[in-house]
């Protein structure tokens, strides 16, 4: 497999009318009872502990999983534990139509692969992409496909920093590769 | 196809093409870190770096306005933190007597059009009232802009509102703005940059401009210009010494994602009732309700001008008995302005308390909080619950609160 791609099996982010669930917020990723822990390798037990109907996620996720989410996802505060409780789990990567900011930041600095595709709604909602489902994605042209429905999507290519990023292991190690004076 | 004035800045420090949604490194002008977060920024930088020095100690500062002097132990360590490092690495530190740092950076002239400038202040994006680039960030990304100077940073779309209209006494600044927060809310301008143009904000003197931006932050936008903002007058200039302003203009064809119109016209003072900057009413709707406390500072309202319509309001009268009325200058230099032009003086007859510069007031600083059930009318930019204590906050203009603190009650300054 190509270094550009990404893959693996996909859990989507559905209510009980299996509708994409939008505007995912920090406390429902990680809720502040754990915020105390620094370890993040005992984080993943508690990732989407907050989220109904997602409570044992954790121990449902495999490593190399990929999270399918909705519009907004990671709203609200600027909690780096939301990122690294999905890292401690080793997740492969996660797809929204669009990120909460300060979220967005926080998961490239620390080389979680986020990925916007501004159609997932309707990909879900047309029943293309289902929890269990099998998804590759080439980070360097958008091209993605759910290789068991043979059906074709596209999300938005990583640009060269966060491409860059991510191949360093995140922001800090990022700049050890700089040539500064 | 021409830029709208983020882009330009964006441009002209960084490589390749800017355009909207790309990802750009972007070469910065000043990284600043306060006495919040700056703790952090240095344990990461020791534990990531060692002992390697900044990027350039010439662009990096430390600036201490939440807890100035330290209130509280944990505050007073982690400035020595900060102090510590500093002297270590050569860099200048605006320390506790100097007031807000994003304030500071503009008198100081570090803040300036067409200048790029990251912080630990989620109000930095208030150095828009300059034209400058600027951005809160947390103490990851401000680590590693103290290392190598330069952030990443998704060039925004920007969106143009035109406002139609004066604004006339008793309405100001702060009146304008909270009328466009209640227009915007925080959908809006979401994840944009703003430019404001019409006469309303283009005749705004650079505290009028100050208050505008710095409330960009509660429309959830990433900042907002005023391209063809005044040049400062001479009184100005005494307040701002070092810093040259001139406008900044979008180019002519520039792209903009989405463009409103405002209209101004015969606005009066306004007040956000808690707990949102976005719920917006006029005064006459609120006269009935007591307030126990004002305050009139922070990094929105903490200028030369803010206190002088203040004192214009205060002059000769006195504040209600059993109402606590809170002054915090934004920075030493407003402060010595206010002494020189006998403005302190009004107010301390008032009955005012008046203290030494920093975020106290708004941020949990030096001036103490509010209690339950205390309803405070505050010039601050945020009433989200349990911000300042567990008290009620009105924003306001700096008229309104003194107004409201002599009356006892939400008032107009055409009330006293």
Known sequence: MEKSMISGRIWVLTNNRGELIEDIDTDQIYHNAHLHITEISEMGQYALGNLK??????????????????????????????????LSLRLAAVIAP???????????????????????????????????????????????????????????????????????????????TLNTT | MGKTVIEKILQSHSEGRTEPGKIVWVDLDVRSARDFGGPNVVKNFQREYGDAPVADKEKTFFTFDLSVPACTRKYAENQQICRKFARKQGIKVFDVDKGIGSHILMEEGLASPGKTVVGTDSHLNILGAVNCFSQGMGDVDITFAFKSGKIWFEVPETMKVQLEGQIRWPATAKDLTLCI???????????????????????????????????????????????????????????????????????????????????????????????????????????????????????????????????????????????????????????????????????????????????????????????????????????????QGRGEIYLASPAVVAASCVKGRIASPEDV
């Open chain 2, 181 to 387: 927060l209640k227009h915007m809310g925080t959908q809006k301008a979401a994840l944009k940059a703003v430019e404001f143009y019409g006469e309303a904000v283009e005749n705004l003197s650079l505290a009028g401009r100050i208050t505008l931006c710095s409330m960009e932050t509660e429309m959830a936008g990433i900042t907002g210009f005023i391209p063809r903002g005044k040049r400062l007058s001479s009184e100005e200039r005494k307040e701002f010494p070092r810093l040259s302003f001139s406008p900044l203009h979008a180019e002519r064809g520039a792209h903009y994602s989405d463009e409103c119109t405002i209209d101004v016209h015969n606005l009066n003072p306004q007040v956000a009732v808690p707990f949102s900057p976005t719920r917006v009413q006029s005064v006459s709707e609120l006269k009935n309700i007591h307030v126990d406390s004002g305050f009139i500072g922070s990094c929105t309202n903490g200028r030369v001008e803010d206190f002088k319509a203040a004192a214009q309001v205060l002059k000769g009268r006195k504040v209600k008995p059993g109402i606590m009325l809170k002054l915090v200058p934004a920075t030493r230099r407003v402060y010595e302005r206010l002494l020189q032009e006998g403005i302190l003086e009004i107010l301390f007859e008032s009955g005012a308390i008046v203290s030494n510069p920093g975020c106290g007031g708004c941020a949990e600083g030096h001036i103490g909080l509010t209690g339950s059930g205390e309803v405070q009318i505050s010039t601050g930019n945020r009433n989200f619950a349990g911000k």
């Open chain 1, 53 to 86: 109907g997602w409570e044992d996620f954790s121990q449902k996720a495999q490593p190399g999983d990929i999270l399918i989410g909705g519009r907004n996802f990671g709203a609200g505060s600027s909690r780096q534990q939301a990122v690294d409780c999905f």
């Open chain 1, 98 to 176: 669009s990120f909460g900011a300060i979220y967005f930041r926080n998961a490239v600095n620390s080389a979680l692969p986020v990925f916007k595709c501004p159609d997932l709604k309707e990909y879900v909602e047309k029943g293309k992409m289902e929890s269990g489902d099998r998804i590759e994605v080439n980070y360097r042209t958008g091209e993605g496909t759910v290789v068991n429905k043979r059906f074709d999507f596209f999300v938005e290519p990583m640009s060269d920093v966060q491409e860059g990023i991510l191949r360093a292991g995140g922001l800090f190690n990022y700049e050890k």
